[in-house]
């Protein structure tokens, strides 16, 4: 199964104490397909930083780039869905191009997905996602 997660979705699931550390685990033990881009890279980099400390976030960078399950594509068309907040539409652009099969999302701006029928992007939540693993 591939995914796209949302960067607060790879926040929530690093934690070891964290309900939601079973993605993070699934992940390294390759129980899905993580589907990524350079920007959303940047943006885990960028928000890890902020959140830990900038060697912690280059640490999970170099282990996410390094894992077999990992795979980056180039987006060559960008589709603009979500208005509220532009910022979200690198998610759903590598989805799209990346054929997945969730965006796995905890931010309220996705909802708007539901109501667009072409192209379809399927979005759940971490919670949702736990089940499926």
Not at 44 to 51: A, G, P
Request: hydrophobic residues 45%.
């Amino acid at each position: 199964m591939k995914v796209v997660l949302d960067t607060n979705v790879l926040l929530v699931s690093l934690l070891k104490t964290s309900k939601y550390r079973p993605i993070f685990d699934g992940l390294i033990n390759k129980k899905f397909i993580l589907v990524i881009t350079h920007e959303i890279l940047q943006e885990y980099i960028e928000i890890l930083s902020i959140k830990t400390n900038a060697q912690i976030a280059q640490n999970v960078a170099d282990l996410i780039i390094n894992l077999e399950n990992i795979e980056r594509i180039d987006i060559y068309y960008r589709w603009g869905l979500i208005i509220n907040d532009p910022d979200d539409n690198k998610f759903v652009d590598c989805a799209i191009a990346g054929n997945v099969k969730y965006v796995v999302s905890n931010d309220k701006h996705f909802n708007v997905l539901s109501e667009v029928e072409f192209p379809s992007v399927n979005v759940i939540t971490s919670d949702q996602f736990l089940k499926e693993l």
